[in-house]
């Protein structure tokens, strides 16, 4: 605790009521945010002779100052306490580190309507179907209701655009609304209403209608609706067969595990949606040294679900591998005052849904072991790669790579490694530009330059910089880095991972800027990790490089032409059918298109044939 801070003083002025508070520390950073049913209490108990807990003792000895804001009731202290933590992120609480949104499946509100993936704000009409735990959830399927239900998954401009069916509705998975005559608006909207039941998990209701519609086509005599129907059925039995389904339940529910070991905590939740595992997903929140399993278990639960923002959905029914006592009544009702309806949280169940309480338990367990070994393995390799290269301090790692083909779209990449692996949110790409193409030396050069001219933060300065490629990359890369260095508070270590002749792996050569050149054993831990950095930043890069490639290969030859914007452009390929059909098309075709002169036309022409 700071000198200056007089805790005596400090709680005279604390009252009984709900609330919530928060410690900063000498330099006036929020270093901990909390909240209490009764103030005075609570932060007298931070202030004992006696206090419990490295975490807490660790926490009081940096308090400079204390905030304290009354609330009416634990519920709004709660809810404030959640803002605050959002707001600061504060060291010696328990962090979620979960920055995505959640994927949906949306169809929209047209008059042929779409299926796509959704994510974000909820700005467009139409209905949103997840939750799902991941995009590829998703794209799977998307992939699946398309085999079963052909309604159109293309992009709105396509559809509007289309004077002929497409290929999706030649291999039978689209049912070509786009261009009349082909589907009636009324048997489109039969399948639309089928996606919309199948979605909200009501897919017996589903194969009951599409029976009774089957045997009606049958008594009509049109047996080949009478087989679409019929295959319908058999695809969407397969898919019924391949689900968990809990006893026929209407369960509406997320089920939360935890595992806690070796200073890490891991949290799976399992989605369960009409009774069936919609999907999981595990979370590895930042936490102090000697957090407590509960502690853990309820900071999640509370940034997990009153975070709005990213579009979770709270469902009827929270079930918890832990029972988190008094505090689990303040998050059911601040939930359910959020939700506009009841929500329970609870800890202990029986019957089907103790079987979901097991298997999101088991998933925990298997994911932090698994975590565990990974992050041991890891530090044992920059433990290894510390004593081959003699640094005493080896916390960070940078690897540069350089991508192109033929000197085209030039894109380096820089990834970075911490003790517990590859730290991706930090990876950068680099589009190089103002060289000649294909001199790696000039490309190296430039992305050192952009990664390191400018003001660098001195907690992500790097004790090893890799540099992919040989001994004139590495002199390069000094030139440029060296003088750079003579403002950072340490030096960085450059290395040069040259590929053997054969360019295998376990034949790569070390080279150091003292022109010291090695060679580590094909089962050294310390090249493992070298390998694994140098194939991330290779991998990197060529992903970066391919997705320059094709935005350059995709770009339409109209785009260059001077006096063409957007709507000339989508008036052109709509009269003529498309760009193969524009290109046949003479001066006077083009002419014709409204909106296209005679000297416009001349343009295009050349532009297309030359």
């Known amino acids: 605790m700071s000198e200056s801070f007089d805790a005596k003083s400090f709680l005279k002025t604390v009252t009984h009521q709900p609330g919530v508070y928060r410690m900063y520390d000498a330099a006036g950073e929020v270093i901990y945010v909390g909240k209490a049913k009764d103030l005075k209490k609570r932060l007298s108990s931070y202030f004992r002779t006696n206090v419990s807990g490295e975490k807490t003792r660790a926490l009081v000895k940096n308090i400079a100052k204390v905030d304290v804001t009354v609330t009416h009731t634990e519920t709004e202290a709660l809810i ?56 590829g959830a998703v794209r799977e399927s998307l992939h699946l209701l398309q085999k079963i239900f052909p309604i159109r998954q293309c992009e709105d401009s396509v559809y509007g655009n289309r004077s002929r069916p497409c290929l999706m ?33 009501k897919d017996r209701q589903v194969i009951n209608t599409l029976v009774e519609k089957m045997e009606q086509a049958s008594q009509q ?97 929270i079930l918890l591998g832990e029972d988190l006592g008094d505090e689990q009544d303040v998050i059911s009702e601040a939930l359910t005052e959020l939700a506009g309806r009841k929500v329970k949280v609870k800890s202990h169940t029986r019957g089907h849904k103790a079987k979901f309480q097991r298997l999101a338990q088991t998933n925990a367990s298997t994911a932090l072991s698994s975590k565990l070994n990974h992050k041991m393995t890891v530090q044992q390799r920059f433990s290894a790669l510390s004593e081959v290269l003699g640094l005493k301090v080896l916390e960070r790692m940078e690897c540069f790579d350089i991508s192109h083909t033929m000197g085209e779209k030039t894109v380096a990449s820089c990834v970075v490694f911490n003790r517990d692996g590859p730290v991706k949110q930090e990876y950068r790409r680099y589009n190089i530009s103002g060289i000649t193409g294909g001199d790696d030396y000039a490309a190296m050069a430039q992305a050192l330059q952009k990664r390191y001219g400018g ?131 003479s001066r006077d075709e083009i002419a014709k298109v409204p909106g296209i002169s005679r000297t416009l036309a001349d343009k295009i022409y050349d532009a297309l044939q030359g």
């Open 80 to 135: 404030l306490e959640h803002n605050y933590i959002k707001l600061y992120l504060p060291k010696y609480n328990v962090l979620l580190r979960d920055d995505k949104s959640y994927p949906y499946i949306f169809l929209s509100a047209s008059a042929h309507p779409r299926l796509s993936l959704h994510r974000g704000l909820k700005k467009r009409k139409g209905e949103y179907f997840g939750p799902y735990p991941d995009g």
């Open 221 to 317: 005599l049109a047996f080949e609706k009478a087989a679409q129907y019929r295959d319908q059925i058999q695809a969407l039995r397969r898919v019924q067969e391949q689900q968990f389904v809990s006893q026929d339940s209407e369960d509406d529910l997320d089920v939360i595990g935890i595992a806690h070991d070796n200073g890490m905590a891991c949290i799976h939740a399992l989605y369960i949606r009409q009774g069936k595992i919609l999907g999981s997903r595990g979370y590895f929140p930042k936490m102090p040294v000697d957090a407590s399993l509960t502690e853990v278990l309820s900071s999640f639960v509370t940034q997990f679900y009153l975070n709005q923002a990213e579009g979770r959905v709270i469902p009827s029914e």
């Open 455 to 585: 003001q660098v933060d001195p907690d992500k300065i790097p004790d090893i910089i890799f540099i992919d490629g040989g001994r004139g990359q590495l002199s390069r890369a000094y030139d440029v880095v060296n003088p750079l260095m003579a403002d950072w508070p340490k030096r960085a270590r450059l290395v040069g991972v040259a590929k053997g002749t054969t360019r295998k792996p376990g034949l790569e050569t070390l080279l150091l800027t003292t022109g010291e050149e090695f060679n580590l054993p094909s089962d050294s831990p310390a090249l493992h990790l070298i390998q694994h950095i140098r194939d991330e930043s290779h991998n990197h890069a060529i992903s970066g490089h391919r997705a320059q490639r094709a935005k350059v290969r995709k770009r339409s030859t109209l785009e260059d032409v001077e006096g063409i914007g957007p709507k000339r452009r989508q008036a052109l390929l709509k009269y003529m059918g498309g760009l193969q059909e524009l290109k046949k098309a």
């Open 169 to 201: 509705y030649q291999i039978g998975r689209c049912l070509g609304p786009c261009v009349k005559g082909l589907i009636s608006d009324a048997d489109y909207e039969e399948q639309v209403n089928f996606v919309r039941l199948f979605l909200k998990g």
